[in-house]
């Protein structure tokens, strides 16, 4: 059976909480998997519940580099704990929008490369945060072997999303793509091995989604505007993401 996979979203997140039934319903119906990331400890903790209740829901928890100030040995040992139960970890990274002093960007780097090194030793697929810091990300990664990398809501140059394809990254677009001319000459020249699509909920979008908050419903549309922008059917384009999700799943 082929399935529509949302490749990161924050199912987790309070948004969402009200209105969880009838988000899995939907998903039960339209066949979609959804992989919800964690920010911090709380979140990774709600996120692993969740996985509990639907098999549909994997589980990817870690710390976001906003939150790079919480118990990073407390994520580790839940890590440990949850290694046979997780899907991955993530969603980790970088981003300077969050770094005011030195200490800061120190302990960013240290939480991203210990959480890769447990991804690495779990052989668990990782997704990244890579916003205004994909130069550092690719650097860092050099020295990592995790199990498969994503690159969640690629925003890079086409120099930079070559050397993620060099690297044998995934990269993933959003429903921004879908009235975004630069995401979409960007997903025209990313290897079709290595695409995935994503929601990135609760984020909210302007344009055709009217600012509303990203629901997993919006996926068929990125499909859809995926397979215009590369000239396959609308079915050859859900059957190469369904390839490519379970291999960068591992499943």
Known sequence: ????????????????????????????????????????????????????????????????????????????????????????????????????????????????????????????????????????ILQIMTSYNTKNALLHWFDGSKKQLQKAMDMDFFVSYGPVMIYANDKQTLLSNTEKSKILVETDGPVKFSRCFEMKPAQITFIPSVIFSASKILGVSFDEMTSLLDANSKSFLGI
Not at 16 to 21: R, T
Not at 60 to 70: K, L, R, S, Y
Not at 85 to 112: M, N, S, W
């Open 1 to 136: 059976m082929t399935w529509y996979y949302d490749a990161h979203i924050h199912l987790s997140d309070p948004f969402y909480a009200s209105e969880l039934g009838f988000i899995i319903s939907q998903m039960e119906h339209i066949k979609l998997k959804a992989c919800c990331v964690s920010t911090n400890i709380s979140d990774s903790k709600n996120t692993l519940k969740l996985a509990q209740y639907n098999k549909l829901i994997i589980p990817f928890i870690g710390i976001h580099p906003e939150n790079a100030n919480d118990a990073l040995e407390y994520m580790t040992n839940m890590i440990d704990q949850n290694h046979e139960f997780i899907g991955g970890v993530g969603e980790i990274g970088l981003d300077p929008t969050y770094i005011k002093c030195a200490d800061d960007a120190k302990r960013q780097k240290h939480v991203f490369e210990t959480l890769l090194s447990l991804a690495e030793k779990y052989q668990k697929p990782v997704s990244i945060h890579s916003r205004n810091s994909l130069d550092d």
